[in-house]
């Protein structure tokens, strides 16, 4: 079933300001921890789109469907970290190779970061959000060398993206 986000009538009775977490597994240590940045007090909101990929918002999947679900539920004007990227190191960037949807690695990733980029800027127009995007470290170790080059070109198609974008890469 579609996931859902709750509700600020549901949110613990905290004077902090909700953050939404959006992603695959990786948004769930940081639910509902309390977090202090810009100035402000923030409490992490979870909003849990099991196993997320890059390569699946480029495409009509069920976890496409429930990431816009998630999306159209968030409040006008609020703030989300994007947790996006790691299941991408672990297969898609590799099949896209695989199966001569790009040349190398490099530019699969950056077939990947330009579809970032589609998204932030359609949640952006859409809902005139805050958007911070968190990379998953890599977990393995033969896997680094693919994750830093999907990172690279995530942060050159964020950086690019619009010069009003308020969107930043935490770690």
């Given at each position: 079933g579609?996931q859902?986000i709750?509700?600020?009538s ?7 300001e ?11 240590p940081s639910?509902?921890q309390h ?18 990929s890059?390569?699946d ?18 409040p ?12 991408d ?5 590799l099949t896209?190779v695989?199966e ?10 950056r ?9 932030v ?18 977990i393995?170790?033969e896997?680094?060398d ?9 942060d050159?198609?964020v ?7 308020p ?5």
């Amino acid at each position: 079933g579609l996931q859902y986000i709750p509700r600020h009538s549901l949110l613990p009775a905290v004077s902090r300001e909700p953050v939404y977490a959006l992603g695959d597994s990786h948004v769930l240590p940081s639910s509902w921890q309390h977090l202090t940045f810009g100035g402000k007090e923030w409490i992490v909101v979870p909003g849990l789109v099991p196993r997320l990929s890059l390569h699946d918002l480029s495409t009509f999947t069920g976890s496409r469907r429930m990431f816009d679900g998630l999306v159209q539920q968030l409040p006008f004007k609020s703030t989300i970290i994007l947790s996006i990227g790691d299941l991408d190191c672990k297969g898609p960037l590799l099949t896209a190779v695989e199966e001569g949807h790009a040349e190398t690695i490099d530019e699969a990733a950056r077939q990947s970061a330009k579809v970032l980029q589609e998204t932030v800027l359609a949640i952006v127009k859409q809902k005139h959000t805050t958007i911070f995007i968190h990379y998953p470290p890599p977990i393995v170790a033969e896997m680094v060398d693919i994750t830093m080059t999907l990172w690279r070109a995530l942060d050159k198609a964020v950086s690019y993206t619009h010069l009003t974008l308020p969107t930043k890469r935490i770690v």
